[in-house]
């Protein structure tokens, strides 16, 4: 059996990222300066960096509840408190953690609870829950929530949506002044847009390196290393991250490490992650020798479109472009693009129970993918973060079969 890749030595830059990151956040929020703006993972960051505000995006929260499997625990708490168990488990873990007092930031970093915000600053571009998850926290502390209510299944992105949503950015600008005590600086907008594009730039590489065969990483090193492009964007410090970790996929490269040792079979992630199964998933499919080289999700942070020269309408671009603004037929025709790239034969789509926003699986794709692409489909039943909604075992079946079925189609 050929050797296991050795580990990634960047992780040790990134953690040490975070860290500042959630350490600088916390002591923002207890010194009140700079204050704490709270974002969705696709809003406009760049808006509120340059405003001079501490950026927290609580969905990363919600994957870290997910990932060290608290979420399970803290859902209950929320449902409880009147959050139904079927929307999104990003909002009732956050919440019921929140509720219950406790958040993995204690475990990690000695960190207390979530900074609290000062203003929280929604874009519905990805679905309505971020907007009813931040109104909690908006009655909770009698903070100003404000945002962006986004068009939503776009086929082409015309200029009219592209004007619209310029004009709800600039309509944010007043609450943002006075929250934050700063003037809004259209050079300062214009230099974080330039950061984000330089940070997109690096992370779009990242993840087209894994078109090499055999891979240098996967999906799951992925949603790893990913942390960066969703926290720091707009910021120096992810490029700089970026460059660290390109050099030493080069070398992968270079040196013909593959993260998964003999190779066989190249698969495409659909949907979200099961954030407290990664370990678990990941063992598996190395193990049949199937590397998942591709994924829409950690593709979601590519924002092709920021331009510093015109930053209002390149932001609403970016924004708008996103795979999960879109409607079934762009989507099709991008995962079209990328499994052709990528050398990919088949598609898993995780059907996560609570974020029907990222399943797509339930209008038919798999299917048409299958009849017109010629690509061996699978359908994971699960959820990013509730693992009562996730079955070991069936997985672990499910995926033995599908890679079962890859190798006789292959023979
Ligand atoms: S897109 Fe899905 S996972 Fe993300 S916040 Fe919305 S419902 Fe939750």
Same mark, same amino acid.
């Given at each position: 059996?050929?050797?296991?890749?050795?580990?990634?030595?960047?992780?040790?830059?990134?953690?040490?990222?975070?860290?500042?990151?959630?350490?600088?956040?916390?002591?923002?929020?207890?010194?009140?300066?700079?204050?704490?703006?709270? *974002?969705?993972?696709?809003?406009?960051?760049?808006?509120?960096?340059?405003?001079?505000?501490?950026?927290?995006?609580?969905?990363?929260?919600?994957?870290?509840?997910?990932?060290?499997?608290?979420?399970?625990?803290?859902?209950?708490?929320?449902?409880?408190?009147?959050?139904?168990?079927?929307?999104?488990?990003?909002?009732?873990?956050?919440?019921?953690?929140?509720?219950?007092?406790?958040?993995?930031?204690? $475990?990690?970093?000695?960190? +207390?609870?979530?900074?609290?915000?000062?203003?929280?600053?929604?874009?519905?571009?990805? *679905?309505?829950?971020?907007?009813?998850?931040?109104?909690?926290?908006?009655?909770?502390?009698?903070?100003?929530?404000?945002?962006?209510?986004?068009?939503?299944?776009?086929?082409?992105?015309?200029?009219?949506?592209?004007?619209?949503?310029?004009?709800?950015?600039?309509?944010?600008?007043?609450?943002?002044?006075?929250?934050?005590?700063?003037?809004?600086?259209?050079?300062?907008?214009?230099?974080?847009?330039?950061? !984000?594009?330089? *940070?997109?730039?690096?992370?779009?590489?990242?993840?087209?390196?894994?078109?090499?065969?055999? !891979?240098?990483?996967?999906?799951?090193?992925?949603?790893?290393?990913?942390? =960066? +492009?969703?926290?720091?964007?707009?910021?120096?410090?992810?490029?700089?991250?970026?460059?660290?970790?390109?050099?030493?996929?080069?070398?992968?490269?270079?040196?013909?490490? +593959?993260?998964?040792?003999?190779?066989?079979?190249?698969?495409?992630?659909?949907?979200?992650?099961?954030?407290?199964?990664?370990?678990?998933?990941?063992?598996?499919?190395?193990?049949?020798?199937?590397?998942?080289?591709?994924?829409?999700?950690?593709? !979601?942070?590519?924002?092709?479109?920021?331009?510093?020269?015109? =930053?209002?309408? !390149?932001?609403?671009?970016?924004?708008?472009?996103?795979?999960?603004?879109?409607?079934?037929?762009?989507?099709?025709?991008?995962?079209? $693009?990328?499994?052709?790239?990528?050398?990919?034969?088949?598609?898993?789509?995780?059907?996560?129970?609570?974020?029907?926003?990222?399943?797509?699986?339930?209008?038919?794709?798999?299917?048409?993918? +299958?009849?017109?692409?010629?690509?061996?489909?699978?359908?994971?039943?699960?959820?990013?973060?509730?693992?009562?909604?996730?079955?070991?075992?069936?997985?672990?079946?499910?995926?033995?079969?599908?890679?079962?079925?890859?190798?006789?189609?292959?023979?």
């Amino acid at each position: 059996m050929p050797d296991a890749p050795p580990p990634i030595k960047a992780t040790k830059k990134m953690k040490e990222l975070m860290a500042g990151h959630f350490l600088g956040l916390d002591q923002a929020a207890r010194e009140g300066r700079p204050k704490v703006a709270w *974002c969705t993972s696709v809003g406009p960051a760049e808006l509120l960096h340059a405003m001079g505000f501490a950026v927290y995006y609580p969905e990363n929260h919600g994957a870290l509840l997910g990932a060290t499997r608290m979420a399970t625990e803290v859902i209950p708490t929320a449902n409880a408190a009147g959050y139904s168990p079927d929307i999104c488990s990003y909002l009732t873990a956050d919440v019921g953690a929140f509720l219950k007092g406790v958040t993995p930031l204690t $475990q990690a970093y000695g960190i +207390a609870t979530v900074p609290k915000a000062d203003v929280l600053v929604f874009n519905t571009n990805q *679905c309505r829950d971020v907007e009813d998850w931040f109104a909690f926290y908006a009655r909770h502390w009698n903070v100003p929530i404000v945002g962006v209510r986004s068009h939503r299944g776009l086929g082409e992105v015309k200029s009219h949506h592209v004007a619209d949503v310029v004009a709800q950015f600039k309509d944010l600008i007043p609450t943002l002044e006075r929250v934050s005590g700063n003037k809004f600086d259209l050079d300062r907008l214009r230099e974080t847009v330039r950061l !984000s594009k330089e *940070c997109t730039l690096r992370w779009r590489r990242v993840l087209e390196l894994a078109s090499r065969t055999p !891979s240098p990483m996967t999906f799951f090193d992925h949603t790893i290393h990913m942390a =960066p +492009a969703v926290v720091l964007r707009g910021l120096p410090e992810a490029v700089e991250y970026y460059d660290l970790l390109l050099a030493e996929m080069d070398q992968r490269i270079a040196d013909g490490v +593959a993260a998964v040792p003999g190779e066989r079979h190249r698969l495409y992630w659909e949907g979200m992650p099961v954030w407290g199964r990664l370990r678990m998933l990941s063992d598996l499919l190395s193990e049949a020798k199937a590397a998942v080289v591709a994924s829409t999700y950690c593709n !979601s942070w590519i924002f092709d479109a920021f331009d510093e020269r015109d =930053p209002f309408e !390149s932001m609403a671009r970016a924004y708008l472009e996103l795979f999960i603004v879109r409607d079934d037929e762009y989507k099709e025709r991008y995962i079209h $693009q990328w499994v052709e790239r990528f050398g990919v034969k088949g598609v898993i789509f995780h059907d996560a129970k609570t974020c029907p926003n990222n399943s797509n699986n339930r209008y038919a794709m798999p299917q048409r993918l +299958a009849r017109n692409l010629g690509l061996s489909t699978l359908v994971l039943n699960g959820d990013l973060n509730d693992l009562r909604l996730f079955s070991d075992e069936q997985a672990k079946t499910n995926l033995e079969a599908f890679v079962e079925q890859m190798e006789e189609l292959a023979a």
